[in-house]
């Protein structure tokens, strides 16, 4: 077996550990605004980028990269809080759509400010638009 150089494993440690601060920092500010959690967002974002078509859920499963449970159970709550509606899909007895409903969008429009908050204390703050794309192409080689 072959063991990575020390750097890139500090490289590792570090994309893991810098990823896990930012996000929970991000579901921090989330909770103490009194707003759902950031996959709801992510969710929300997806969907109402689809337009009033709307997706499958498999298609948001895709985009989210999540499990099919997890996306089942994250539409669930969503739809029990009233933030998207299940819509049968045409084409497909059994198949449905979902839609972003205007609670929902008036709930992803009130994350958003606090999440573009936290990007820019945690991230924006601390580097330069130079270093941002920097650290953009140095991640997209991975």
Do not use: H
């Not at 899909?89 to 059994?94: A, E, F, L, P």
Request: a negative charge; proline letters at 6%.
């Amino acid at each position: 077996m072959n063991t990575p150089d020390p750097v890139i494993q500090a490289a590792w440690v570090t994309i893991v550990s810098k990823s896990r601060t930012l996000l929970e920092a991000v579901e921090a500010a989330l909770k103490n605004a009194g707003l759902p959690p950031l996959a709801w967002y992510d969710a929300l974002l997806e969907i109402e980028k689809a337009g009033p078509d709307g997706l499958r859920p498999f298609e948001l499963k895709e985009r989210l990269l999540l499990p099919q449970y997890g996306t089942s159970r994250l539409l669930d709550r969503m739809a029990k809080a009233e933030l998207i509606e299940r819509r049968d899909c045409d084409d497909d007895g059994r198949g449905q759509i979902v839609c972003i409903s205007d609670k929902g969008q008036a709930v992803r429009q009130a994350m958003w400010p606090v999440y573009a908050r936290v990007l820019s204390e945690k991230i924006e703050d601390k580097l330069s638009p130079e270093d941002a794309a920097q650290l953009v192409k140095l991640l997209s080689k991975l």
